[in-house]
């Protein structure tokens, strides 16, 4: 088997013990939460920490709760957020979103900050170290090409997190701690479009919650593109969140593309292109075309990327006809290859 | 006989308990004492001379006790006698990117990797060779300095009468390009292996092999040691699917260390280097031109096909030959040419995998024979009921055909599906497709040529009223330990738990070629028969004199020996055991299978005979959208005629994972590479070896299943089985090609079958071009030999060729001509 290099293990109990774990040696520590994401990494030499922090005894970091909206704590597994009722029934584009991640199992240990801080994925990046050695490795790590695009100056890796598009959309914000403070940051305000720096979170932060404002009046959807029903990351995904009055005309959308970029990317000409309308089925095909201009699909995901280009379009139309209302089940059937989305 | 007790009984497993109680010890389970372990050092390059390698560094690293490179390994070996061109780490050059150049034994796989980045290796590169194009065209520097010319591995070519005749005077041509993209087993274990010592000196291999028989023949001319002193286990594989059929390069390394040091050393594979050991399916290009009568019988069909085999022969030859062996078996064919060429690439090397060679042209004969039905406006169905090959007849390649039950599944899957209905009538976007298949029920000639049993079994009956059966038979998931006991329990009339199986060592078990060709059931059922039958004499006689009731009407049954007439009067099965011995001494029996002589006396004649074939037949049901090309499997109807199922839900299960692998070949599994490019770089490196971005199905994935069997009895088979571990995978691709055509009518003229791939051929149709994906042409510069040809049966041929020279390269093909694909 692949074994993990070595490497220092903290256990703290206290986010502030935490953020100064953190503080001690910003650059060579990393966090681990579920270690879905991590542990894979590091086995393989893509991420090779000096120094890693669990967040598992951290307490207070786990669990739901109750605010204006929710607030879900980074440490909350994404089976405790598929399980729970308010999400399901509050926010349905985020429960589907959760409930697509990977497989029961990975969910039963992945967590909802660990999917925000989700490390960038590409065929040529996410591959053992003997593996990259053979491609004399990429820009992301130990090398200097990016091979996807080799004349690009910047990484293409791609944002392969569920949770992040469809928070996003939801106008949720993240609470970032560290040993000088803490700070909130919109989640859209969380990324940059950049495969290597991907996060703007500090070096010396740790994310501790995330919080969902208010969804009364608001609908919301998630579609995800995946070669199977379970297991695979996302290779294109369409977030949709919208305010829709009682005569069907849209007050406020918000549409982000997850898994075409390095981050997730809004579309705000779709958004004013629908908001004040009624969302009609030739409405809906002229902001999917507008949404997925956005989209930036390269050779580095599983699927062909031309073909991937036109999916997108296709998932944004099916989000926004779900948040219209529309009767999506067999197509979500066919799509996801599960029923698990017949969501009220 | 009597009414059978336990066969055609659905029962559980005789393993079952210890693989669900997690009891059953894998390979990787194997712990002994003092025990060392190993990594091997990969190339990664995909073709390079080694200039030096210096491994001063890591020898001289705590906790490491050995470092091996090429030196120690100078004997080469391979699993087919004409390719023996495998070294344990290699020599001189490195034939892709995973190629084993040093292997490091430590205390732990921590310090043993740690000392393999220790190890200091100059290459000089060499040319790459990534495609059969690339291989054709330019011979030099040849990856392997043995094969027909150039990098041309392989080329054959075999004509059963006047082709050309017969497709000219043909009322309808088709001719039709097709390719079968490579993919791999994926079992959930990953190779592993433990090698020792014993204490008398003598080497102990444990290793998840399918065929520790070819095992121990390798090691002992690889290592140069009497086979006598070798002793191979193979411990229950978690899964093979022909992917554990070879001897490999770790299985070597470990047994020569263990030699040198004297501790047991393992080896366990990871993930990625299961990818690079692969022996899995070849990517076949492939052209039919095929003459068909008006009225959809064919007068002749003319086959080519192009393997990429990849760095090392494997199995190759054998594949080769496969790819054009058995389309004559389920159809009326009146005259045949078959010619194959196998070309080596800087990839890892191809072999058998779950159908061996013959899913890549099934698919491609299905796929036009839907074409013709739809040209000529015959149903598919029908067109193929119209030209099934005759039962008990001799096709124009010389296979001998037994019973077969085709017509009846294709009459089942039609009327279990609703097909009549169905076909041709859904609305745009729905689909049903048909295919069939046949296969092998044991390759009829074993891999090296001589005239000793396939299958051995002993018996050992004693005083407990036990019974032991050993036989070299391995269990690789499939089955076997459970079609041994379910044997022997049936001719003694005991219970399969009385019975116990001592399986696949080759120390304590008599010879069992191995979980290949589908030939286990078969084989070593017969071989069981005879022995437990044997026994049974052996019993009969003692009771008989002990009761006074003659040997005729004495019954084996319930775990008694009696009186048919009056059953009262008996013996327990364990008195029955007493009263033989008391009579014979220790009680053993032995008994043995070898196949029928096949009336094939050309040469590459030896691939495709078997004591009898399997047949299948599949209907699938698609759903496809035309906006995005998405495409999904609701249900499959599929029949196999297995002669008898001994234990039906091993049957039923066989069936089910074929259809799950089938599926995974017809929709997404890829054995994909990725150049870089070439000005910046000459890496050719496997695109996903993973199992998460190698795609094959999940549990999600899966369609409704509805599986029948076919049971008439083959007198070939014991009590009347034949295989259903590879055949009910063939169908699935070719059904799923024309289920799309039905859908959305395109063609998909190769697999995998994707959205993209439809898209594509939905917009050329709108474009006004042929409404089809696929590959555009089969290449015109294959140095093609002047074919063998043999004169059909019925136009009075002998089944020998009619001019002698050698069609296939020079050397005998002694030991090329028997092995099919692997099942589990």
């Known amino acids: 088997m692949i074994r993990l290099p070595r490497f220092t293990y903290h256990a703290p109990r206290t986010l502030a013990e935490v953020a100064s774990r953190l503080a001690d040696a910003p650059g060579e520590t990393m966090l681990l939460a579920g270690g879905t994401d991590l542990v894979p990494n590091m086995k393989r030499r893509q991420q090779v920490p000096r120094v890693v922090v669990g967040l598992k005894r951290v307490e207070g970091l786990r669990g739901i709760r109750n605010g204006t909206g929710f607030t879900i704590g980074a440490g909350t597994t994404l089976t405790d957020l598929v399980r729970d009722d308010r999400v399901r029934a509050g926010c349905p584009g985020l429960w589907q979103a959760a409930a697509q991640v990977a497989t029961p199992h990975l969910r039963n240990s992945a967590t909802i900050g660990g999917n925000l801080c989700l490390d960038t994925r590409c065929t040529y990046y996410d591959q053992s170290y003997e593996w990259r050695q053979a491609i004399d490795f990429c820009m992301k790590k130990d090398g200097e090409t990016c091979w996807v695009a080799t004349s690009s100056p910047k990484c293409l890796a791609v944002s392969s997190t569920d949770t992040a598009p469809m928070l996003q959309a939801l106008g949720a914000t993240v609470r970032l701690v560290s040993a000088s403070g803490e700070r909130t940051v919109e989640v859209a305000d969380l990324y940059r479009n950049d495969g290597m720096a991907y996060l703007t979170r500090r070096p010396d932060e740790v994310l501790a919650d995330v919080a969902v404002p208010p969804q009364d009046g608001w609908r919301s959807a998630y579609w995800k593109l995946r070669r199977r029903g379970s297991f695979d990351f996302p290779v294109a995904s369409a977030a949709v969140a919208a305010r829709i009055d009682p005569e069907g005309r849209v007050e406020q959308i918000r549409i982000v593309l997850g898994a075409v970029a390095s981050r997730p990317m809004a579309s705000p000409a779709a958004e004013a292109l629908i908001e004040g309308e009624v969302l009609g089925d030739d409405l809906i095909a002229r902001a999917a075309d507008v949404a997925s201009g956005v989209a930036k699909p390269m050779d580095n995901t599983d699927y062909e990327l031309v073909w991937r280009k036109k999916m997108v379009r296709a998932l944004i139309g099916y989000a926004l006809r779900d948040v219209r209302g529309d009767d999506t089940g067999p197509l979500r059937r066919a799509l996801a290859r599960q029923s698990l989305l017949d969501v009220r | ?824």
């Open chain 2, 1 to 824: 006989m009597t009414t059978p007790r336990t066969i055609g009984q659905p029962r559980r497993r005789v393993d079952a308990r210890a693989k669900v109680t997690g009891q059953t010890r894998f390979a990787d389970d194997v712990l002994l004492p003092r025990m060392l372990h190993g990594r091997l050092l990969r190339s990664p390059h995909p073709h390079a001379r080694i200039v030096r390698v210096d491994t001063s560094r890591a020898t001289a690293m705590p906790g490491v006790h050995l470092v091996l490179t090429g030196d120690a390994f100078p004997v080469a070996y391979g699993i087919l006698p004409v390719s023996h061109d495998e070294h344990a780490l290699c020599r001189d050059v490195v034939r892709f990117v995973g190629d084993p150049v040093a292997a490091v034994v430590a205390r732990d796989e921590a310090t043993a990797n740690e000392a393999l980045a220790a190890i200091a290796v100059e290459y000089e590169p060499l040319r790459t060779f990534a495609s059969p194009e690339d291989s054709l065209a330019h011979a030099e520097p040849r990856i392997h300095d043995y094969g027909d010319v150039g990098n041309i591995h392989k080329v054959v070519a075999l004509e059963f009468g006047d082709v050309d005749e017969a497709i000219a005077g043909a009322d309808h041509v088709f001719d039709d390009v097709f390719f079968f993209e490579g993919n791999t087993h994926l079992p959930l274990e990953q190779h592993a292996c433990v090698a020792t010592k014993d204490p008398d000196g003598k080497l102990v291999l444990y290793s998840s092999t399918q065929t520790p028989h070819y095992v121990h023949r390798a090691l002992a001319k690889a290592l140069d040691l009497p086979a006598a002193h070798i002793r191979v286990i193979a411990t229950p594989n978690g899964g093979g699917f022909g992917g554990k059929s070879d001897p490999f390069n770790h299985e070597v390394v470990a047994a020569k260390a263990a030699l040198l040091l004297d501790r047991p050393v393992k080896f366990c594979l990871t993930r990625e280097e299961v990818f690079y050991c692969h022996r899995g399916r070849h990517p076949v290009l492939m052209r039919f031109r095929t003459g068909v009568t008006k009225d959809g019988r064919l007068t002749g069909v003319d086959l080519r096909t192009l393997l990429d085999g990849g760095a090392y022969g494997s199995y190759g030859a054998a594949s080769t030959f496969y790819t054009g062996a058995l389309q004559t078996v389920t159809y009326q064919i009146p005259r045949y040419r078959f010619r194959g060429c196998r070309v080596f690439t800087n990839k890892p090397p191809c072999g058998p995998k779950r159908g061996h060679g013959t899913p890549q042209a099934r698919f491609g004969q299905e796929v036009q024979l839907d074409k013709i039905a739809h040209h000529l406006a015959i149903d598919p169905a029908d067109l193929r009921l119209n030209i099934v090959a005759p039962a008990d007849s001799l096709t124009a390649n010389y296979l001998k055909v037994g019973t077969i039950g085709l017509a009846e599944c294709i009459r089942t899957v039609v009327d279990r599906s609703g097909w009549r209905e169905k076909h041709g009538r859904l609305p745009h976007g729905r689909g049903v497709g048909l295919a069939c298949s046949s296969y092998l029920s044991g390759a009829g000639l074993p891999i090296n040529w001589n005239d000793l049993p396939h299958s051995g079994v002993q018996l050992k009956l004693d005083r407990s009223g036990g019974v032991t059966a050993f036989c070299g038979a391995t269990e690789i998931g499939q089955g076997s330990d459970d079609v041994l006991v379910a044997c022997v329990a049936e001719v003694l009339g005991i219970a399969p738990f009385d019975v116990r199986a001592v399986t696949g060592d080759t120390d304590l078990t008599p010879v069992d070629l191995g979980s290949y060709s589908s030939r286990v059931t078969l084989m070593m059922g017969n071989a069981a028969i005879q022995a437990a039958e044997r026994a049974r004499e052996l019993l009969a006689e003692a009771v008989s004199a002990k009761l006074e009731v003659p040997q005729a009407r004495l019954t084996f049954a319930e775990g008694r020996v009696f009186d048919a007439e009056a059953p009262d009067r008996g013996l327990t099965f364990r008195e029955a055991v007493c009263a033989a011995e008391a009579r014979f001494g220790t009680i053993g029996t032995t008994g043995s299978y070898t196949p029928p002589k096949s009336p094939a006396r050309f040469k590459g004649g030896g691939v495709g005979p078997s004591p009898t074939y399997s047949y299948t037949a599949a209907v699938v049901a698609v759903e496809v959208d035309p906006e995005t090309g998405w495409i999904t499997v609701p249900t499959v109807w599929i029949a196999h005629d297995i002669g008898r199922a001994i234990n039906p839900v091993l049957a039923r299960g066989q069936v089910e994972g074929s259809v799950y692998m089938g599926l995974g070949e017809a929709l997404m599994e890829e054995q994909a590479f990725r150049r870089l490019p070439p000005r910046l770089s000459r890496a050719l490196v496997h695109k996903f070896p993973s199992i998460l971005e190698y795609k094959s199905p999940t549990s999600l994935d899966m369609p409704e299943i509805v599986t029948d069997l076919i049971e008439h009895p083959d007198p070939a088979g014991p009590f009347g089985a034949k295989e259903v571990g590879q055949g009910p995978l063939l169908p699935i691709m070719p059904a799923v090609a024309n289920a799309v055509f039905d859908a959305v009518g395109v063609r998909v003229d190769e697999v995998p079958i994707t959205p993209e791939k439809i898209l594509k051929a939905l917009a050329a149709k709108a474009a006004g071009k042929p409404a089809r994906t696929g590959p555009a042409a089969y290449p015109e510069n294959v140095p093609w030999p002047e074919p063998l040809h043999v004169t059909p049966p019925w136009e009075g041929g002998d089944g020998r060729a009619s001019n002698t020279r050698a069609s296939s390269g020079r050397k005998a093909d002694a030991g090329i001509e028997a092995t099919a694909g692997v099942k589990s």
